[in-house]
């Protein structure tokens, strides 16, 4: 598996891409995608923007939001962006509220941004894991929380979708990030059920090995582990992105509570391990 597999595509090379999708599918509407400069993240909003909708994103660097910015600009996408933590609620309830000022709605919330390291678990500072934990859990908690506030206030139907993780693979080395995916993952079941009257849908996309630069970051010997899958490649990016188009459309509109699972068939036939196979699992089952 070589490295120019895990290229991040750029926002012109993803709104190239064939889509089953019409264009207007979300004209006037607006999305809010949280770490919008990532891989998934751009692949998301570059697929709603091209579908009509004004895109929102956030992300704690200035310098990657205005590069975003300015990839939404070259593909005539409408967009805005704010230079913020989702850890902080009071600054993701001013980001909601600004958002409302500007468009007068907000149609769907996609919760991306997110983050881990790979360790082993003994190794883990508390720091190391409240700082996975406060992102990936409170972070996408107060984003909800937020937006479902001004959607019950202004008498407003939602959406939201959760970006996570599958639970059922072996995920060794990233305790942190699974503890806090499965907080989601179930808060937004929970949700789902309490936000109904306010008909508002939550639903979560469990994601499997997609390619992307960050996957470089991996030692030699996790690689063979990305494409452990039924399609033995690991995915795209668009692949992704059009799984949040389809539960944020109409085609979802009986869709929540539930988690839509992109991962090649790697829940059924899959080994994810981020730091490389461990001796003690080194199995030949030829000489057993």
């Known amino acids: 598996m070589t490295d120019d597999i895990y290229a991040a595509p750029t926002a012109k090379e993803l709104a190239a891409l064939p889509t089953v999708y019409r264009d207007d599918l979300f004209k006037d509407q607006v999305v809010l995608v949280?770490?919008?400069?990532?891989?998934?993240?751009?692949?998301?909003?570059?697929?709603?923007?091209?579908?009509?909708?004004?895109?929102?994103?956030?992300?704690?660097?200035?310098?990657?939001?205005?590069?975003?910015?300015?990839?939404?600009?070259?593909?005539?996408?409408?967009?805005?962006?704010k230079a913020m933590t989702i850890r902080d609620a009071d600054q993701v309830g001013d980001l909601l509220d600004e958002v409302w000022r500007r468009f007068g709605?907000?149609?769907?919330?996609?919760?991306?941004?997110?983050?881990?390291f790979a360790a082993p678990a003994m190794d883990i500072t508390p720091n190391g894991w409240r700082t996975v934990v406060d992102t990936n859990l409170n972070g996408?908690?107060?984003?909800?929380?937020?937006?479902?506030?001004?959607?019950?206030?202004?008498?407003?139907?939602?959406?939201i979708i959760n970006m996570t993780a599958v639970l059922s693979m072996l995920n060794s080395a990233i305790p942190h990030a699974m503890?806090?995916?499965?907080?989601?993952?179930?808060?937004?079941?929970g949700l789902a059920v309490e936000w109904a009257p306010y008909n508002i849908r939550l639903n979560s996309i469990a994601i499997g090995v997609?390619?992307?630069?960050?996957?470089?970051?991996?030692?030699?010997?996790?690689?063979?582990?990305?494409?452990?899958?039924?399609?033995?490649r690991p995915g795209h990016v668009q692949d992704i992105a059009q799984a949040a188009a389809y539960l944020a459309g109409p085609t979802g509109e009986f869709i929540t509570g539930t988690v839509l699972t992109i991962d090649g068939g790697a829940d059924v036939w899959g080994e994810y391990w981020p730091l490389g196979r461990p001796d003690h699992f080194q199995v030949d089952y030829e000489s057993e």
């Not at 709605?105 to 881990?116: C, H, K, P, T």
């Not at 499965?182 to 079941?189: D, Q, R």
């Not at 997609?210 to 033995?232: C, I, Q």
């Open 34 to 81: 949280s770490g919008g400069a990532g891989g998934i993240g751009l692949a998301t909003s570059v697929l709603f923007g091209r579908l009509g909708a004004t895109i929102v994103s956030c992300g704690r660097d200035a310098g990657k939001m205005a590069a975003f910015e300015a990839a939404m600009a070259s593909i005539d996408v409408p967009c805005f962006t």
């Open 105 to 116: 709605r907000l149609d769907v919330l996609i919760n991306n941004a997110g983050g881990q």
């Open 140 to 159: 996408s908690w107060f984003m909800m929380q937020a937006a479902a506030r001004l959607w019950r206030d202004h008498g407003k139907p939602g959406c």
């Open 179 to 189: 503890a806090a995916r499965a907080g989601t993952i179930h808060l937004a079941k």
């Open 210 to 232: 997609v390619a992307s630069p960050g996957l470089t970051h991996y030692p030699e010997s996790a690689k063979p582990s990305f494409d452990h899958n039924l399609v033995r």
